[in-house]
Structures are given as C-alpha cells and as structure tokens.
C-alpha cells in the first residue's frame, strides 16, 4: 500500500510561484511512475504532469515551460514546481502514483493523496 501525502498549496498572485510537494511511503517513488492532476471547481481533473520511473517526464501543453516535475530519492517526494501561475491553474492538485508505466489518464493510476488547493489571483 502507498500512501502520498500533498502539501505546498496556497494562495498566490499571477504571475507568482509555488512548489507542491507530494510524501510518498510504502513504497520508493523511483520505482513508480508518478504523477499531477488538478481540478477546477466544475471541471474534470486533468492531467497536469509526471514522471516515470526512469526520470522522463511529461507535462500539460498548458503548463509546458512553467511547471517542473521532480522527485528526491531520498526524501521519497515529488515536487511540482509551479512558475508564471495563472488564474486558471487555480484548482485542487492531486498527487498520484502507478506501478504501471508513466499516463495521462487518471484512472490508470492506482495511488492518490488528497490533494491540495492552489488559487491564483488576478
């Protein structure tokens, strides 16, 4: 069983940043393909970025050039790296892990935390 544990959100202004972070236990996080989705108050979730086992990543052509997947090996964590923030990156993150490899469709992943709010201000 892994459990993943987000934090990091908050309230910021456009054009500002953030960093989420996402605690995993149970299990390493290199040996899972990681990943973010958010959702916005009415939408769908959606994919927002993720990182394989073997390090490739993979982003949102929305948040391409902005956001910044990453984990610390170490600390078992994944960070989402949010720069020039948008009012509409504004939602509840979600980290999620699979053992599967890396995908954009959340039900393919097996592991979720229990997200965390990010509003951005105009």
């Known amino acids: 069983q892994v459990q993943l544990v987000e934090s990091g959100g908050g309230l910021v202004q456009a054009g500002g940043s953030l960093r989420l972070s996402c605690a995993a236990s149970g299990r390493t996080v290199s040996s899972l393909s990681m990943g973010w989705f958010r959702q916005a108050p009415g939408k769908e979730r959606e994919f927002v970025a993720a990182i394989r086992w073997s390090g490739a990543t993979y982003y949102a052509d929305s948040v391409k050039g902005r956001f910044t997947i990453s984990r610390d090996n170490a600390k078992n964590t994944v960070y989402l790296q949010m720069n020039s923030l948008k009012p509409e990156d504004t939602g509840v993150y979600y980290c999620?892990?699979?053992?599967?490899?890396?995908?954009?469709?959340?039900?393919?992943?097996?592991?979720w935390g229990q997200g965390t709010q990010v509003t951005v201000s105009s």
């Open positions: 999620a892990a699979t053992v599967r490899s890396y995908s954009r469709v959340g039900t393919e992943y097996d592991y």
